[in-house]
Nanobody, 123 residues
Framework: QLELVESGGGLVQPGDSLRLSCAAS????????IGWFRQAPDKEREGISC????????YYADSLKGRFTISRDVAKNTVYLQMNNLKPEDTAHYYC????????????????WGQGTTVTVSS
């Protein structure tokens, strides 16, 4: 049975770093496009980045390049989101999701979602 489990969130101060993990079971991350998304309170869900075998790293929000970096460890079947120099506006619930189409730049929906992990950036 497939499952995506996010971890690594928490309460940090501005300027701190976090690495979020998306551990997959029931599917192989190498065979899917795996994306990171976030939703801040009272705001719509925002795409952050995605990793696929064909494309490597894809960033949906260019403004986050240089602070947020996506990577994966195929042996661990896990996708990561490294977040540096965190700001209060990064406070959100962060999700990972898998897309059957296997292409980050595709227009189809992400089919499988984790429950997410909360990141709070506050002094």
């Amino acid at each position: 049975q497939l499952e995506l489990v996010e971890s690594g969130g928490g309460l940090v101060q501005p300027g701190d770093s976090l690495r979020l993990s998306c551990a997959a079971s029931g599917i192989l991350v190498d065979d899917y496009a795996i994306g990171w998304f976030r939703q801040a309170p009272d705001k719509e869900r925002e795409g952050i980045s995605c990793f696929s075998r064909k494309e490597g790293s894809v960033y949906y929000a260019d403004s986050l390049k240089g602070r947020f970096t996506i990577s994966r460890d195929v042996a661990k079947n896990t996708v990561y989101l490294q977040m540096n120099n965190l700001k209060p506006e990064d406070t959100a619930h962060y999700y990972c999701a898998a897309r059957i189409s296997r292409i980050c730049s595709g227009v189809g929906p992400y089919n499988y979602w984790g429950q997410g992990t909360t990141v709070t950036v506050s002094s």
